[in-house]
C-alpha cells in the first residue's frame, strides 16, 4: 500500500530544496516527446537547464508525471513467457529531472530473504511542490542469482524506483493499458 505524506508549507517561489536545480531565466517549455537531436525528453539543447518544476504547485507538478509516456521511451522484455513493458531507471530519472526537479529518492531498507535467494529494496521518491510535499514508497525484489547487467540490489533498487514514481503517476498507465 503506498503511504502518503502531505505537509502544507508558506508559499515562496525562491524555496529550492538542496540538490535542485536552479535558474535565474526560464527556458522554452519541455514536453515527454523525444528529439532526435537531443534523444531526451525535451527539445531544448542539453546544457538548457529545464525549469518547468522549480517553484510550482504539487498539483502543477503530479499532473506532468500523470501524462503518458510515449512508446518510443517504453521497453519490452520477456519474463516467464509474458512481455512486459516497462520504462528504464534512467529514463524515469530523467523525466523526474525534468518535470520535478526537486524531487529526492532514497533506499529505505534492503533485506535478503532468509534463505539467500531474493534480496527486497524498499524505495523512497519525494516531491517537493511550492504548497505541500508528498512521498511514496514501494519495493521491488530480485533473486541474487538472476543473469543480466547488475547485482541484485541494483535490480531490485531500479524496481523499487520506478514502482514509487508510477505511485506519484508516471507511467502508470502501463500497468492498466490492459484493463482500457
Given at each position: 500500500m503506498a503511504n502518503?505524506?502531505?505537509?502544507?508549507?508558506a508559499a515562496t517561489s525562491?524555496?529550492?530544496r538542496s540538490g535542485a536545480a536552479a535558474a535565474t531565466t526560464l527556458s522554452r517549455p519541455c514536453s515527454f516527446e523525444l528529439s532526435k537531436r537531443t534523444r531526451g525528453f525535451c527539445s531544448e539543447p542539453e546544457n538548457?537547464?529545464?525549469?518547468?518544476?522549480?517553484?510550482?504547485?504539487?498539483?502543477k507538478i503530479l499532473k506532468e508525471l500523470n501524462k503518458k509516456v510515449p512508446d518510443s521511451a517504453?521497453?519490452?522484455r520477456v519474463e516467464d513467457g509474458f512481455a512486459m513493458k516497462y520504462i528504464p531507471w534512467h529514463t524515469?530519472?530523467?523525466?523526474?529531472?525534468?518535470?520535478?526537479?526537486?524531487?529526492?529518492?532514497?533506499?529505505r531498507s534492503v533485506t535478503y530473504?532468509?534463505?539467500?535467494?531474493?534480496?527486497t529494496v524498499a524505495y523512497r521518491v519525494t516531491l517537493y511542490g511550492t504548497d505541500a510535499e508528498i512521498y511514496r514508497e514501494s519495493t521491488g525484489t530480485t533473486s541474487v542469482n538472476e543473469k543480466g547487467y547488475g547485482d541484485a540490489v541494483q535490480k531490485a533498487e531500479a524496481m523499487a524506483f520506478r514502482r514509487?514514481?508510477?505511485?506519484?503517476g508516471l507511467g502508470l498507465h502501463l500497468y492498466h493499458e490492459d484493463a482500457l
Open positions: 502518503l505524506v502531505l505537509r502544507l508549507k525562491s524555496t529550492l538548457d537547464v529545464p525549469t518547468s518544476g522549480i517553484g510550482r504547485p504539487l498539483a517504453i521497453k519490452t524515469v530519472n530523467r523525466i523526474m529531472n525534468l518535470h520535478a526537479p526537486e524531487w529526492s529518492g532514497e533506499v530473504s532468509p534463505d539467500g535467494n531474493t534480496v514509487a514514481c508510477a505511485r506519484l
